[in-house]
């Protein structure tokens, strides 16, 4: 759905002029209106290889995993399970125990072994309001929707609803949304201790912070980059991780420094950004976090996420 689109859906929940808190986002099945129809699905016999090269293709951040027969829902790999296995929590056991620190074998798993069994998902009757609400609840990024077959027919992430507000908010402002408190990390950190921070703290972004200059009176750490779960993702996908391997080990490809795969030129808003503007900078750059700079300081960050509590008040 094109963005003009959705902007005249919101419109049309109005009951007068256009102040987001006269917007109605419970009509009985309109979920289906901002869902993607079109949904990629794999089956629990891929590899973790290859559903991470299919994630990053498609530069999705999660896979839903169905039934080649029936089309039935069986589960979803997300980029935090990807995140998991490369060292973040529990999943990470498959490389350490079952194939011994073997990095090539770990990778040629089934996804089945990694892959989130309990999913969360909508039915087609659904309405936004009901999506919103699960997402705040259960703090996931994407609510499969499925039929009264339990087939799927579509799916509906963060990213989808938060551009519902692209041009249309006037007063709401970032500082009032944003999360303050920010967990932060260095460019020498591994991408194994990046993992364990996003995975424990359900985090997919996190602000890089280091000394913007060397000098006999150091400034406070300046914002030099920004590492996401997708940057993660794609160094796994891309083969970037087996291009330059020595050996067969996980701990040579989770000791590469966040340095390498981090975005350097970040893209930041301020605190008195408005929130309209926020989400048509997210919508036109392909984002779904920005830090909060204010001169020169990193104050906050602020995500699709945060912007859902702007629907559901």
Same mark, same amino acid.
């Given at each position: 759905?094109?963005?003009?689109?959705?902007?005249?859906?919101?419109?049309?929940?109005?009951?007068?002029p256009i102040e987001f808190e006269s917007r109605n986002f419970e009509h009985e099945g309109d979920i289906m209106t901002v869902a993607k129809k079109e949904v990629v699905t794999i089956p629990q016999t891929a590899s973790i290889k290859e559903t991470a090269v299919i994630m990053v293709k498609n530069k999705f951040r999660r896979?839903?995993?169905?039934?080649?027969?029936?089309?039935k829902l069986?589960?979803?790999?997300?980029?935090?399970?990807?995140?998991?296995?490369?060292?973040?929590?529990?999943?990470?056991?498959i490389l350490e125990e079952k194939y011994h620190d073997n990095f090539l074998a770990a990778v040629n798993e089934s996804v089945k072994k990694i892959m989130t069994r309990d999913v969360y998902y909508l039915s087609n009757k659904d309405s936004i309001n009901n999506a919103v609400e699960k997402m705040l609840k259960y703090g996931v990024g994407?609510?499969?929707?499925?039929?009264s077959d339990s087939k799927i027919v579509g799916i509906v992430s963060e990213r989808d609803l938060a551009l519902l507000l692209s041009g249309v908010l006037t007063d709401e402002l970032v500082e009032d949304y944003m999360t303050k408190k920010v967990?932060?990390?260095?460019?020498?950190?591994?991408?194994?201790?990046?993992?364990?921070i996003m995975v424990r703290n359900k985090l997919r972004r996190i602000p890089v912070l280091g000394e913007e200059r060397k000098t006999p009176h150091p400034e406070k750490d300046k914002l030099v980059g920004m590492v996401t779960s997708t940057d993660i993702l794609e160094f796994l996908g891309q083969s970037t991780a087996f291009n330059?391997? #020595?050996?067969?080990s996980?701990? !040579?490809?989770?000791? /590469?420094?966040? #340095?390498?795969?981090?975005?350097? !030129?970040?893209?930041? /808003?301020?605190?008195?950004?408005r929130l309209g503007d926020l989400c048509e900078i997210m919508e036109n750059k392909g984002i779904g976090g920005l830090p909060v700079i204010n001169n020169g300081e990193l104050e906050g960050i602020i995500t699709?996420?945060?912007l859902l509590k702007v629907i559901k008040q």
């Open positions: 759905m094109r963005r003009k689109d959705t902007i005249n859906i919101v419109k049309s929940m109005d009951r007068g896979l839903p995993i169905t039934n080649p027969g029936t089309g069986l589960g979803i790999v997300t980029s935090m399970d990807m995140l998991d296995f490369l060292g973040g929590g529990d999943k990470f056991k994407a609510l499969p929707v499925i039929d967990i932060t990390t260095t460019p020498g950190t591994p991408i194994e201790s990046a993992s364990k330059n391997m #020595t050996s067969n996980a701990e !040579e490809i989770l000791n /590469t420094k966040i #340095t390498e795969i981090m975005e350097n !030129e970040v893209i930041s /808003t301020s605190p008195n950004t699709e996420r945060d």
